[in-house]
Structure formats: structure tokens, C-alpha cells
């Protein structure tokens, strides 16, 4: 009886280690092998000499000797051309500045979500992630529309007789900005509100009667609480936006530079494979620092709720 | 609660939010070759871009790979969720979660450019694959299995584990238990995944760019081709009828997911008035 027990248990775990080996492994390796792999591959092309588009291995066995040939040129090139310089320059500058302004309209926009009655929360919530359900690429072109020299704006302002010549809004720092604010507003709102949402509000009520104004209050008690929702809409607003691609292409114009963009041409215009692997070899080292904050974030609270 | 401002606040922020796609609507109505400028109500976009050949090839592209990729996502984001949720120690956690967390914010130019790379690569060492559909559908599925993930991760977190364990106790084998009581609990949430990687998907243009091939151009390709020569009353028509099929979805889904709410809620009153009156009468 024991021995047949024992048996039953040892098969037992058997079944569940090879039911654990299964669910931990078949998404590990999927992911191992479409990311991982693909980033290696063009770490290895960055370094890698080219020959047209084939590329050389990095290793060689010649006389005995094994070679190793690492080319830096790429990086080299990277670092000190004027022009890549600025790209990384202004790429952060959008970045940040897209960032805080999300930051400053979606604070109190999540505050006043969650301070609401309970019972419009939930429509509130949909109507927020309703646009961010819609198509991102047409909310983006939409902005052409309202933007261009002859669109809704400018229209709208002759036809008031508030300006007489169209004032040039499109492809400048100031459509792409916009544009960015509104792409990713959803991202900023959708965190911190989670967040803010959940707080025990007899903190706040112990501050007022300890005497603290609602400024105070404010300041004090419910920012430094949902400091890690700032922290994740941050985050989920600065990196994406750093390799941003169709916003550039879509909204900007010669003054805004973005990284993702120059990607994007050195692959598709140039042909030239090595520099669009160091260009995005680069691009993950600027990212870096976030990613990781990101990652710890999203480890210490299970996640971004709401989204 | 709510202040003036703080109304005043949301307002103004809801408009944001919606303005840009309510002219996008009202624009694709309209009868002027002037894409900006008003010139009366017209349905003629709708019927230039149901003869375009070019868009409706697109688009039943587009819903194929949705399709497969949404599905891939949530099967495999079902497995990643379970992997973290429930196993707390194995090796290479860490690395894992990272995994499961970067395809969230990595810019699409970076993993579209590596995976092609990486397919190219490929194809030269086994001749295997072609660039198509499949490895769009790869592209999309890596992204996508990271969103579902995440939404099947905090429904399980949410879960009571007792259930699980009273099933357990009362001999079911643990097959029996993850189809009997935890895929009706989560169930809610793989569907809500489904739909957010299903649109995900059908609107992924920069990885898309990189991964597909001649002959394979999804929807959002053909408008981003002519978004950027600008302004075209075709792509307001297209955006009008997404707009129009995600609004319904998104009703008609979260309509769903309250009713369930609210019958879970009487169902389990009633339990516990039946459980409380056996009390009783013992």
C-alpha cells in the first residue's frame, strides 16, 4: 500500500514537473528565439564586415590561427558624425518634453477620473482607452488634417478673421509634439489612474484634520503615494516615444530629428543594413536605464492594471 | 468631490482625446476634391474604397494575420502568465520577466529591424522562411503574446488560489482543475486579450513594414503609403469604418463582461443564502 502510494506520489510529481517544464518552456523559448536571437543577430551585423549585403563571420580559421574581426566602424561613425549627435540630442529632447507634458495633463486628468462617483468611473475608464483602442496610425494622420496649412485650424481662424494668412503649424516641432502628447496621453492616464483609484483616502482625510491645506495635502500625501504609477505612465511614454517612427514621418518635418526615423532611412533608402543595426544597437543602449526601471516597476507591483 | 475645475479639467481632455477622430469622420462625408474643406454630404469614399482592390486585398490580409496572431498570443500568453504567476522560483525568472515585460515599450523599429534580420539570416542557412505572412505573423505574435500576458497575469493574481486547492483536495487530477475551475475564471480576461492583440494587430504598421514581402501589404501599409503623400478622403473612409467596428466591439464587450459581473455577483449570493440557511437548519 505505501509502496503504491509512494509511487502514486513520485509519478504525481513527475506529471507536474513535466506540466511546469511545459508552461514555463514553450513561451521562453518562443520568446528566446523571436527576441533574443534577433537582437544578437544584429549586434553581430553592426560589427560585422561587409561585403555588399553579405556579411562576413566575425570568426575566421586561417594558418592555425583563429581570427576574430570586430569592425567599429559603424559605432565610430555613429558617435562622432554631427548630424547622428543631434539626432540622439533632439530624439531625447522630444522624448522628455512629450514625457512631462503627458505628465502635467494627465496627472490631474487620472486625480479628477478617480475622485469622481463611483458609478461614472467605469464609462470615464472607457472612454479613455476607447481612442487608444482605435487605429493609432489614423489617429496620428487625423492630426494632418486639423494641422495643415489649409486645415480645420487655420480654416477656422480666417473664417473668425483672427489671422488673415495661415500660420504654419505642420511638420515643425510643434505638430509632432502634439501629435506625441495625443498618442500617447492614453499610456500616461491609464497607470496612474490604477493607481490613484486604489489610495486610501483616510490618509488624506488624517492630513486635513492634522491641519494640512488641500495644497499641502496634495503635495505631501497623494503624489508621493502614487509615485509608482508616475513612475510606469513615465516610462511607458518615454521609451516608445524615443524610437518613435510614424509620428516623425507623418507630422514632422527637417527640424525634428528622431532616431527611429533615421533607422527607418538608413534601412529602407540607404540599403545599408550594418549602419541600421548600429543605429538600433545604439538606440537600446539610450533606452537602457528605463527599460530596466520599467522592468523593476512592473516586478515589484505585477504589472500595468487597466490596460 | 469633483470641482469645477476638475470637471472643467476633464472636459477639456476628453476633447482632446476625440476631436482629431471626429473630423476624421465628418471629413470622410465630404464632397470636395479640398479634403479640408467643406462641400456637402456625400457616400462616394465608401464606394471608391470598396472597388480598390489594393484596400480590400489589404484588409483580408490584415484579418488573417489578426486572427492567427491573437490567438498564438493569448495560448502562449496564457502559458507565460501561468509560468510567472504560479511558479515563483525556476531558473532564469528574472530573464524571463524581462522577456515578458520589453516587447511592451521597445520601439517597434528595433524588434521589426532585428527580426528581419534574424529571418534573413535564416532563409540563407535553411532556405526557410520567405517573407510573407508567416513571418509577419511572427512579428506580431512576439509583441502580442507580452500583451496578453500581462492582462492574464493580473486577472490570476486577483484569482483565489482556495478553489484550485479545494479541487485538488477533493481528488481532481490538475488537468481536470485548470479546465474545470481556473479557464472559467480567466476566461474573461484571455477574451479581453484576444481583442486587445487582435487590434494590436490589425493596426501594426512599422514592424509590419520590416517583416513583410512583395505581394503580402497589410492595411495599414496601404494607408501609411498614402498618409504620407497627404491628405486622402479614402483613408478617412477606411478610419470611419474602424472607428465604427471598434466602438461596437468594445460596447458590446465591456456590455458583456458587466452582465457577467453582475450574475457572478447574484449567482454567489444566492450560494451563500442557500449555504447560510443549511447552517441554519443544522
Known sequence: MSISNQAKGVR????????????????????????TVPFLVVLKISVSETEGIRFQDLMSYADGVVQLKIKLSNFIFLSTDSLYVQTYGSSIKFATFNTLICLAIGYPFAYFMARSPANIRPALLMLVSLPFWTSYLLRVYAWKGLLDDHGVFNNLLIWL??????????????SMTIGMVYAYLPFMILPLYANLVKMDL???????????????????????LSKSGIIAGSMLVFIPSMGEYVIPELLGGPSTLMIGRVLWDEFFSNNDWAMASAVAVTMVGLILVPLAIFNKYQADTGGVRGV | MTSRFGKAWLIAGYIF???????????????SKMVTLWGGFTFKWYGVIANDTEVVDAFILSLKVALMSASASVLLGTLAAFAMVRYKNFWGRTAFAAHINAPLVVPEVITGLSLLLFFVLCERLFGWPDRGILTIWAGHTSVGMAYAAVVIQSRLLEMDKSLEEAAMDLGSKPFQVFYL??????????????????????????????????????????????ARLGLNPTVNAIATITVAVVSIGVFAGSLWLSRQETRRAAEQAAAYREGMGLAVAA
Not at chain 1, 12 to 35: E, H, K, Q, S
Not at chain 2, 17 to 31: C, G, K, Q, R, W
Not at chain 2, 191 to 209: E, G, K, R
Open chain 2, 181 to 226: 475551475i481556473t479557464l472559467p475564471m480567466i476566461a474573461q480576461s484571455m477574451l479581453a486579450a484576444w481583442l486587445l492583440t487582435f487590434t494590436l494587430s490589425l493596426d501594426d504598421v512599422v514592424s509590419t513594414a520590416f517583416l513583410s514581402g512583395p505581394g503580402s501589404t497589410t492595411l495599414p501599409i496601404v494607408i501609411l503609403s498614402r
Open chain 1, 161 to 174: 478673421h483672427l489671422i488673415d494668412e495661415p500660420i504654419k503649424m505642420m511638420h515643425t516641432g510643434f
Open chain 1, 12 to 35: 504525481r510529481a513527475l506529471t507536474r514537473n513535466w506540466g511546469r517544464r511545459t508552461v514555463i518552456g514553450i513561451p521562453y523559448l518562443f520568446l528566446i528565439l523571436l527576441f
Open chain 2, 17 to 31: 482625446l476625440y476631436l482629431p477622430i471626429l473630423t476624421l469622420i465628418v471629413f470622410s462625408f465630404n464632397d
Open chain 1, 202 to 224: 483616510r490618509l488624506i482625510e488624517a492630513a486635513k484634520d492634522l491641519g494640512a491645506t488641500p495644497w499641502k495635502t496634495f503635495w505631501l500625501v497623494t503624489v508621493p
